[in-house]
């Protein structure tokens, strides 16, 4: 008889972390380029102050979690489910509570600031994902007993 068992295999767990870290600053520091370049060009007449300190912010959270999620999995990998959704739902608060914090201030420049939030964390959570996949795939295999 067969049985499936998840096998824990968290060899390259801390250079996977290091590899996050380091391309999420990548990340970070395109998505401020390309924002410079269209907020000096294209969309110049939209510049807003804050633009590029929202870019660090999501990137910040993103990578705070990112290193939660590796330790907490190191710890139960069971609890992948239990803490993925936790912190899904902890940064759509903690967004949410940037952006209403923003515009309580700076009503003024709503329209172009949500613009830019939306685009900046649908680029940093397809990140996420992929390099949630990435670790996943490879600290966890099937094993055939």
């Not at 990548?26 to 294209?42: K, M, W």
């Not at 515009?103 to 649908?122: E, G, R, S």
Request: hydrophobic share 55%; with cysteine.
């Amino acid at each position: 008889m067969q049985n499936r068992y998840l096998y824990l295999t968290l060899q390259n767990g801390k250079s996977l972390m290091k590899k996050f870290l380091i391309n999420a600053l990548i990340l970070c520091v395109i998505a401020i380029a390309i924002s410079q370049l269209l907020f000096s060009t294209i969309f110049k007449n939209f510049e807003f102050p804050g633009r590029i300190l929202s870019i660090v912010f999501i990137g910040l959270i993103t990578c705070v979690f990112y290193v939660w999620f590796v330790s907490a999995f190191k710890k139960n990998p069971k609890s992948f489910f239990r803490v993925f959704m936790l912190q899904t739902t902890l940064k759509l608060f903690l967004y949410a509570i940037g952006v209403a914090c923003y515009l309580c201030f700076l009503k003024q420049y709503a329209v172009a600031f949500l613009i830019n939030v939306l685009v900046v964390y649908l680029i940093f959570t397809t990140f996420d994902v992929f390099s949630t996949l990435k670790f996943l795939k490879k600290n966890t295999s099937t094993v055939e007993k």
